[in-house]
């Protein structure tokens, strides 16, 4: 990745390492050669739920990047299943919302949603990326590089 349209100024590279259990290690480096962090791509431990990931910046706690439904703890789990019962209920009232409007997205019910992520760091929520689209930093530690990394690498 570079910081100039004429891809003159280099902003960070990837490596790329595959391990025998499926995990695959983006290893991201800066223009010097120096390592300023690795993103691992966990596969799922079952075909019922999707791969995770992680973020390992030197000198920091390891950041998990998890579905948005199972983190942040029971209370906040609980809270967005109560505001998704709503949206859902809302949706199959004909005669409150225009046909083809949804509650959740603003556009089509018909559209699926790109999977966003919390990252956590302990108890710090440190970044929500929303497959390539949206990615916000919430932590000032968080080296931006590795951001932008995973937008590269993306969701898949």
């Not at 990837?14 to 991201?28: I, M, Y």
């Not at 690795?38 to 706690?61: A, E, F």
């Not at 859902?88 to 004909?94: F, Q, V, Y």
């Not at 956590?120 to 929500?128: D, F, K, R």
Request: a positive charge; aromatic letters at 8%; proline letters at 4%.
């Amino acid at each position: 990745m570079y910081e100039d349209p004429d891809s003159q100024h280099l902003l960070c590279y990837l490596v790329t390492e595959e391990k025998g259990s499926g995990e695959r290690c983006f290893r991201v480096y800066v223009a010097n050669g120096k390592e300023i962090g690795v993103i691992r791509r966990i596969p799922p431990s079952n075909k019922l739920v999707k791969h995770t990931w992680r973020i390992d910046q030197p000198g920091h706690p390891e950041i998990v990047g998890r579905n948005e439904w199972i983190s942040g703890g029971a209370k906040r789990i609980a809270d967005r299943a109560a505001g998704k019962v709503v949206s859902e209920a809302l949706n199959s009232l004909p005669h409150i919302l225009p046909a083809g409007e949804n509650t959740a997205s603003g556009d089509s019910g018909s559209q699926r949603r790109s999977r966003q992520l919390e990252w956590w760091s302990g108890g710090e929520l440190v970044m929500v990326s929303q497959s390539i689209k949206m990615l916000k930093v919430k932590a000032d530690w968080l080296d931006r590089r590795l951001a932008f990394a995973f937008a590269v690498i993306g969701d898949s």
